[in-house]
């Protein structure tokens, strides 16, 4: 990877030793802040997913329990949606 985020980020790590952990997990948050994908098809929306799910791994504290009560509202909210679905269709056929 050090040859590729050099050229990339030349202007912006100049100066920087490649086989720096440092420089290198600053050259993948540019890369991950610059990545250009479109959000409107499944695999943009899936790639957010993950980009969510990664920055939550490495959050810590409050940012971490804030992306777990935002996991948990959503699952919360899928449930309610299908249960009222099942309830209507259940009232449909009976």
């Known amino acids: ?35 250009d994908r479109p959000s409107y098809t499944v695999e943009g929306y899936l790639d957010g997913v993950r980009d969510f799910a990664e920055s939550t791994n490495r959050a810590q504290g409050a940012r971490y329990w804030a992306a777990v009560a935002v996991v948990v509202l959503l699952l919360v909210g899928v449930v309610w949606v299908v249960a009222n679905a099942l309830v209507s269709m259940l009232g449909a056929w009976v």
């Open 1 to 35: 990877m050090a040859e590729s985020w050099t050229r990339r980020f030349d202007d912006d790590l100049a100066g920087l030793d490649p086989t720096d952990p440092e420089a290198r997990a600053f050259a993948e948050h540019l890369d991950r802040m610059q990545r």
